[in-house]
């Protein structure tokens, strides 16, 4: 079946722009994740949704970033006023509902902040 | 808190050899997973290996397997008969049991692999 999707691929924007990513989980998937990918770093956790409600947004860095799920479904992750330390992959991983699951990942979102 | 630890940014191998990749992590939780996932040029993490804390065999897939030591709290991976297409970043990543079952990553490692 079809895996994790994202959209955009890449994303130039300028500082103090809005920016929406998309991420399409594979279906069926109850859980759904956000992480952010620096430069020469490895994934750092945002948010976590599992079904429409975020049930860990302890990774959000500040008030700019906010995601919603509302149907269970597609997720879309909103970064307000852009700063050009919000330069980095976005990561969005899905798994089934319940433990010990698998997070599938897909290919990530480029934001590039000039 | 859980932290993962890669120490090795780079390494490289010859094709058909063999290579291992560390890692060490901390948490304070008894019950917990380890993984290990390639990033390829296309971005996209795709798990390689993944072993249960309680399990005390190390796990296999393959080419691929890990070395756990618990008390040790390390977590090394093998790759046996390397190929050009294992060449990509790996990451170590540690997920513990319950609450939102976020994973938390090392700094990953570079790999070569050469003809």
């Known amino acids: 079946g079809a895996g994790v999707s994202q959209t955009p691929s890449n994303k130039v924007t300028e500082k103090g722009k809005y920016v929406e990513l998309r991420c399409d989980p594979i279906?069926?998937?109850?859980?759904l994740y956000w992480y952010r990918q620096s430069l020469g770093q490895g994934p750092e956790f945002l948010i976590y949704f599992q079904g429409t409600g975020a049930a860990d947004d302890s990774g959000l860095p500040n008030d700019r970033f906010f995601a919603v799920r509302p149907e269970g479904s597609v997720s879309t992750l909103k970064i307000q006023r852009t700063e050009r330390g919000d330069s980095a992959v976005y990561l969005c991983?899905?798994?089934?509902?319940?433990?010990?699951?698998?997070?599938?990942f897909g290919p990530g979102t480029r934001l590039l902040v000039l | 808190a859980q932290t993962v630890t890669q120490s090795q940014p780079e390494m490289s191998v010859q094709e058909a050899e063999t290579v291992t990749l560390s890692c060490t992590y901390d948490?304070?939780?008894?019950?917990?997973?380890l993984f290990w996932y390639k990033q390829p040029p296309s971005r996209q993490m795709i798990l390689v290996i993944r072993q249960e804390a309680y399990k005390q065999q190390n796990a296999t897939e393959n080419r691929f397997s890990v070395n756990f030591q618990k008390a040790a709290k390390s977590f090394s991976l093998k790759i046996s008969d390397s190929q050009l297409g294992d060449a990509a970043m790996y990451f170590c990543?540690?997920?513990?049991?319950?609450?939102?079952?976020?994973?938390?990553f090392g700094k990953g490692m570079k790999l070569t692999v050469n003809p």
């Open positions: 948490t304070s939780e008894s019950d917990y997973y």
């Open positions: 990543a540690c997920r513990t049991q319950g609450g939102s079952e976020k994973l938390v």
């Open positions: 279906s069926g998937h109850t859980a």
């Open positions: 991983a899905s798994s089934r509902m319940g433990l010990q699951e698998t997070q599938y």
